[in-house]
């Protein structure tokens, strides 16, 4: 196995994470940028500031089963015979990933 495919594989296996970031205010007039805590799902709005295109596309990528996700207060189906109008969580793994296959690939 050449070394390169055996190193796509390691980094492949290793888990993808999104910081919850604070920007803080020395006192000499720096801003210092701070990692709070690890995000696991994050909103359409935000997958779309990460990848880097509409919201709309980002919808489509989920619909197309690209990236991941959920809505985790759902019901199955509202009296007025509509879906649900939860919001949609979307797996910060997957959309990092996501990302990092369409940046190889030349289409970011």
Same mark, same amino acid.
């Given at each position: 196995?050449?070394?390169?495919?055996? $190193? &796509?594989?390691?980094?492949?296996?290793?888990?993808?994470? #999104? *910081?919850?970031?604070?920007?803080?205010?020395?006192?000499? %007039?720096?801003?210092?940028?701070?990692?709070?805590?690890?995000?696991?799902?994050?909103?359409?709005?935000? $997958? &779309?500031?990460?990848?880097?295109?509409?919201?709309?596309? #980002? *919808?489509?990528?989920?619909?197309?089963?690209?990236?991941? %996700?959920?809505?985790?207060?759902?019901?199955?189906?509202?009296?007025?015979?509509?879906?649900?109008?939860? $919001?949609?969580?979307?797996?910060?793994?997957?959309?990092?990933?996501?990302?990092?296959?369409?940046?190889?690939?030349?289409?970011?």
């Amino acid at each position: 196995m050449p070394a390169e495919s055996h $190193a &796509a594989r390691k980094r492949d296996e290793l888990p993808l994470f #999104v *910081w919850a970031t604070e920007v803080r205010q020395t006192g000499d %007039g720096r801003a210092e940028l701070v990692a709070r805590k690890p995000v696991r799902d994050l909103s359409v709005k935000k $997958a &779309a500031e990460i990848i880097g295109c509409p919201r709309e596309v #980002v *919808w489509r990528i989920f619909r197309a089963g690209l990236i991941t %996700g959920s809505k985790p207060g759902a019901i199955a189906v509202r009296k007025v015979g509509c879906g649900s109008n939860a $919001a949609l969580r979307l797996d910060a793994e997957s959309v990092l990933r996501y990302k990092e296959s369409r940046t190889q690939r030349g289409l970011f």
